[in-house]
């Protein structure tokens, strides 16, 4: 099987969440798994580009889609909101031969075409799908019974539905994924639900107010930590929750995990490889719910 | 599709609750469970009918039109909205009113707020110039980004689904407000400020992007692409909102640098004060920022995506 992927970590992965990257990395490298970071790749835009005009968004999504065409690669991206925008674009961009044709008159200037011959892929789905249950079966050496994990999916990893098909019920992709590492499903109000990241920076009250709702919901359901495939819902879980424990008034002390490091942990790669001291929230305690976490290399 | 090509509904009896609340009366809400015969092609409605005339139960509920056209029946299914003269009765079912709006009697709900917001956008073509001549041509083409939009029916699910409009004091519009806007926003024979009852009026960057309405819409409406992003479009350029400056922002750092970091683009929209402060210092002590990623230059993005902006701002 093909395990080789080109790979655009996005903005979050290169700068507040780099042990997003860090721990994306030490998985694949575990599982042989080669991810190529694009030269140059820019950004997809999160919602801004799409606020500008369709042919900004479909140029720049085209041109990352592009530069993984010349390598050959599917492409691999770890943020919800990338994800969703390279797979609107690339959906669009091979549908539609009069928007490639404007795509490409600008993407010619570098040299760059977009022709329409791979996948976009989250690095979730690589796990759940190209690697496959099987294979992570079999190199659980720590398994998380004992944790009990809320997980959050984030909206553009499962909706509109129009955009990512059969794909829409991620919800429980990433709730098989956390039981097949041996953990315990929290199931909570507001899993499904946004985080409201895309507002945080100009409206925090309402995006607090959303995700403290949520955060307070998995606590109150017994969860030891929140486990999440997008580093916008990271963002804010993380680094704004002691703004949101002001916000509602309770304290939370809710460690936010990236997939790959939850998957990490039951590989038993260590705290220190998973950059697990990145966080803003101690991860400390939740590591004690972990059956040998402290002696793992 | 109509609803006799619906799925048939499962013999036996229909087990439903009703959500039963009277505000000038009733100090909470309760609920009433019923049963009524299963029939076949059996939608939410026929089991409300079933309740109300053959039940001899006094429930209120919205009864118009029953064919999807007039947006009044909307309820709440199992958590979910649905338009109850058009979606199938389950066997097991809890109704509601709508989330969002204020009840009237039980399962009906005042659409006073929704109306009073609607007349604050101008929900009418508003004119400044001379007609050419009437009728003023029209073509397909200059209608074609907004044919989806005019299936709108204002069943307002999209608003009870929206977790912005649910928080009261956002200032808000709405999924509903701004499909009416955006349709008018891009006729090309309207000439109000779309620009600023977007961005001022209907706060339309306000909107966190989550697809919830798209969700729940009865009429598959695509809200979010072609309302929303439309309307952001065409408030970006001028828009005085927090949300308009964050979004100029963030293009300028794209334009510029190719990759964006998230607390530049804050800074360059204006936040500030000690709350911002309080969040930068916990950001750089464990390492996710530095003075280089937020005061320095991250890339030199790329030529080909700065032409295609340049070539979208040309356009009217």
């Known amino acids: 099987m093909n395990r080789r992927y080109a790979y655009f970590p996005g903005c979050s992965a290169k700068g507040t969440c780099q042990e997003l990257d860090v721990s994306t990395a030490a998985v694949a490298n575990r599982f042989g798994i080669e991810l190529s970071p694009l030269e140059n790749p820019g950004c997809t835009g999160a919602r801004e580009f799409r606020a500008i005009s369709e042919l900004v968004h479909l140029t720049a999504n085209g041109r990352i889609i592009a530069k993984a065409e010349r390598m050959g690669r599917d492409l691999v991206v770890v943020c919800d909101t990338c994800l969703l925008n390279l797979v609107e674009a690339n959906a669009k961009l091979k549908a539609d031969a009069e928007w490639r044709r404007a795509v490409n008159d600008a993407l010619s200037a570098e040299g760059l075409e977009f022709k329409g011959t791979i996948a976009v892929k989250h690095f979730l789905w690589v796990l759940t799908d190209d690697l496959g249950p099987d294979v992570l079966r079999k190199n659980i050496v720590r398994p998380l019974r004992g944790l009990k994990v809320a997980p959050f999916y984030g909206c553009h990893i499962q909706r509109p539905v129009a955009a990512h098909g059969s794909r829409a019920e991620e919800k429980p992709a990433l709730d098989r994924l956390c039981e097949l590492l041996g953990a315990t499903v929290v199931q909570y109000e507001g899993a499904s639900r946004c985080c409201g990241f895309h507002v945080v920076a100009a409206e925090e009250k309402i995006a607090l107010n959303m995700s403290g709702s949520h955060l307070g919901n998995a606590k109150d359901g017994g969860a030891h930590c929140v486990v999440t495939p997008c580093p916008l819902c990271h963002t804010v879980f993380d680094a704004y929750q002691p703004d949101i424990e002001r916000a509602k008034n309770r304290s939370l002390g809710l460690p936010i995990l990236h997939v790959s490091q939850m998957v990490g942990l039951a590989i038993g790669l260590s705290a220190e490889a998973l950059a697990l001291s990145r966080h803003v929230v101690e991860c400390g305690d939740m590591l004690a719910h972990i059956p040998q976490a402290s002696g793992a290399a | ?316």
């Open chain 2, 1 to 316: 599709m109509s609803p006799s090509s619906k799925p048939t509904s499962s013999s036996g009896t229909i087990r439903v609750r009703i959500r039963r609340f009277d505000p000038t009366v009733d100090a909470v809400p309760r609920f009433e469970q019923f049963e009524v015969p299963a029939k076949p092609l059996m939608r939410i409605i026929d089991v409300l009918d079933c309740v109300h005339e053959d039940l001899q139960v006094d429930i209120g509920y919205r009864w118009l039109c029953t064919s999807k056209k007039c947006g009044t029946c909307a309820v709440k299914v199992n958590g979910t909205p649905k338009l109850a003269c058009w979606d199938e009765a389950l066997p097991d079912m809890t109704v509601e009113p709508i989330d969002n709006v204020p009840v009237v009697r039980d399962l009906v709900t005042s659409r006073a707020e929704y109306q009073d917001m609607l007349a604050r956008v101008s929900p009418l073509l508003v004119r400044k110039r001379d007609y050419p001549g009437f009728p003023e041509p029209i073509t397909e083409t200059q209608f074609a980004s907004t044919v989806h939009l005019r299936d709108c029916i204002q069943c307002l699910a999209c608003q009870s689904a929206c977790p912005v409009f649910a928080q009261k004091d956002s200032g808000f519009a709405g999924p509903a407000i701004l499909v009416q806007l955006s349709d008018l926003a891009q006729d090309p024979r309207d000439d109000a400020d779309r620009a600023d009852l977007a961005d001022r009026v209907a706060q339309v960057f306000k909107c966190v992007s989550c697809y919830e309405c798209e969700r729940v819409c009865p009429t598959e409406i695509p809200i979010v692409g072609e309302a929303i992003e439309p309307l952001k479009r065409i408030a970006r350029r001028s828009g005085a909102s927090s949300g308009a400056r964050r979004a100029r922002a963030f293009w300028e750092i794209a334009r510029d640098e190719g990759m964006v970091n998230g607390a530049k683009v804050a800074l360059r929209a204006g936040k500030s004060g000690l709350g911002a402060l309080a969040l930068g210092f916990r950001l750089w002590r464990r390492g996710k920022i530095s003075f280089a990623s937020v005061f320095g230059k991250g890339g030199s993005g790329s030529d080909a995506v700065r032409r295609a902006h340049q070539a979208s701002e040309k356009r009217p």
